[in-house]
């Protein structure tokens, strides 16, 4: 069983920076493929970001692209997920989500663990 615990959302301006966080419970971290995601309310959930097992690779939707880097520390048992430039668009609660998948998947029935989730509101 993998328990993620994500931390870093909150209210911003539009321009404005963020960092979300994703801590996992499972030791063997970094055999889990990472991602993000996002919910805005009344939308489905829409992939943001995923990062291979070793962090070097790298995968972004073209909504996002340029703007947020996500990143994982393998020592921490950690993902990150840096947001700059945010727009009021960007609204939604974001949610880590994590598998032993081999192959990077931005379907969100690839992945069988998640978080809580947290609320980003970027305001105009």
């Known amino acids: 069983q993998v328990q993620l615990v994500e931390s870093g959302g909150g209210l911003v301006q539009a321009g404005g920076s963020l960092r979300l966080s994703c801590a996992a419970s499972k030791r063997t971290f970094s055999s889990l493929r990472m991602a993000w995601f996002r919910q805005a309310s009344g939308k489905e959930r829409e992939f943001i970001a995923a990062i291979s097992r070793n962090g070097e690779d790298t995968y972004y939707a073209d909504s996002v692209k340029g703007r947020f880097t996500i990143s994982r520390d393998n020592a921490q048992n950690t993902v990150y997920l840096q947001m700059n430039s945010l727009k009021p668009e960007d609204t939604a609660v974001y949610y880590c989500?994590?598998?032993?998948?081999?192959?990077?998947?931005?379907?969100?029935?690839?992945?069988?663990?998640w978080g809580q989730g947290t609320q980003v509101t970027v305001s105009s």
């Open positions: 989500a994590a598998d032993f998948i081999r192959f990077y998947s931005a379907d969100p029935n690839a992945y069988g663990y």
